[in-house]
């Protein structure tokens, strides 16, 4: 993928999602907002996972899509602890889901 997860390419460009940014949307921006999006992404990707390996996908997008509304909500706030080793939305699966639930529903926008 030329834009690193972070991003749709457009008839060869990168178009970057928020927290992103650079000709292959390698840059982070980070702000409180994207570094909470990042975390609850993370988050929700390994509290969700065993709802999408046993559930229809509709039922694992609802346990994504709202821990992660819930995480961020309380995350800006600066009312919510993450557990210990929460990443930053590094691997491809959790890019994905942030990608293809949380981006494209304007979740954390």
Not at 64 to 90: M, Q, W
Request: aromatic share 8%; charged share 20%; proline share 1%.
């Amino acid at each position: 993928d030329s834009c690193n997860g972070n991003g749709v390419c457009l008839a060869g460009t990168c178009a970057c999602f928020k927290g992103y940014d650079g000709a292959s949307c390698a840059t982070q921006t980070y702000n409180s907002h994207t570094q909470c999006a990042d975390k609850c992404a993370d988050h929700c990707a390994s509290d969700c996972k065993s709802t999408f390996d046993l559930e229809i996908r509709a039922v694992g997008k609802q346990c994504f899509v709202g821990c992660s509304k819930h995480c961020f909500s309380r995350c800006v706030k600066g009312s919510y602890d993450l557990p210990e080793g929460t990443g930053n939305c590094d691997s491809a699966y959790c890019k994905m889901l942030k990608r293809t639930m949380l981006d494209m529903e304007g979740v954390f926008s």
